[in-house]
T-cell receptor, first 114, second 114 residues
Framework: EADIYQTPRYLVIGTGKKITLECSQT?????MYWYQQDPGMELHLIHY???????EKGDLSSESTVSRIRTEHFPLTLESARPSHTSQYLC?????????????FGPGTRLTVL | KNQVEQSPQSLIILEGKNCTLQ??????????LRWYKQDTGRGPVSLTI?????NTKSNGRYTATLDADTKQSSLHITASQLSDSASYIC?????????????FGRGTQLTVWP
């Protein structure tokens, strides 16, 4: 079982609200990732980080932002939530190693914007 | 275009039966292929990982095969159990970047009935 945590697990919020999805891992991994997943669809990478103070945008354009001030935390923020942001958000981490290293996923946050 | 296609999209089998899930990919240059299991409402968990030189790898009742020439992989589940009900995701990594970019399939939704 991977030691990577996400809160909240479920969030229902109104349009225009600012939200922060939390992700933390206790494995000391340098690489962390945020994915977006709609039902029945593949995961899409929206943000990643190689380490502290490193953040990059992924393949899928997202209005969210991320920060990496500490190794163990990688929060994702939406300044103004919209119904189009409704989705499942998955956080993952992996050791700073070759591409063969496995990504460990958190349980996800199911976000619904009304 | 790098893609990962999985079939079937969904599958229902009776407890105790075997089944095989398919994955075709066009990712190049190829680095490795992973099979993940994703329970409903949870993050994916790695089952197997295979590199170019590996043809088969087992993890308990799960056996993955890889044909790098035809760019096909399969996941065989033996003596299925109710707990095998989940989405099985094929993930291919390329060697084109230090990130080890991941390409996700949409998954096969497996349901095991008693």
């Amino acid at each position: 079982e991977a030691d990577i945590y996400q809160t909240p697990r479920y969030l229902v919020i109104g349009t225009g609200k600012k939200i922060t999805l939390e992700c933390s891992q206790t494995m000391g991994h340098d690489k962390m990732y945020w994915y977006q997943q709609d039902p029945g669809m593949e995961l899409h990478l929206i943000h990643y980080s190689y380490g502290v103070n490193s953040t990059e945008k992924g393949d899928l354009s997202s209005e969210s932002t991320v920060s990496r001030i500490r190794t163990e935390h990688f929060p994702l923020t939406l300044e103004s939530a919209r119904p189009s942001h409704t989705s499942q958000y998955l956080c993952a981490s992996s050791p700073q190693a070759a591409p063969t290293d496995t990504q460990y996923f958190g349980p996800g946050t199911r976000l619904t914007v009304l | 275009k790098n893609q990962v296609e999985q079939s079937p999209q969904s599958l229902i089998i009776l407890e105790g039966k075997n089944c095989t899930l398919q994955c075709n990919y066009t990712v190049s240059p190829f680095s490795n292929l992973r099979w993940y299991k994703q329970d409903t409402g949870r993050g994916p968990v790695s089952l197997t990982i295979m590199t170019f030189s590996e043809n088969t790898k087992s993890n308990g009742r799960y056996t993955a095969t890889l044909d790098a020439d035809t760019k096909q992989s399969s996941l065989h589940i033996t003596a299925s159990q109710l707990s095998d009900s989940a989405s099985y995701i094929c993930v291919v990594s390329d060697r084109g970047s230090t990130l080890g970019r991941l390409y996700f399939g949409r998954g096969t939704q497996l349901t095991v009935w008693p």
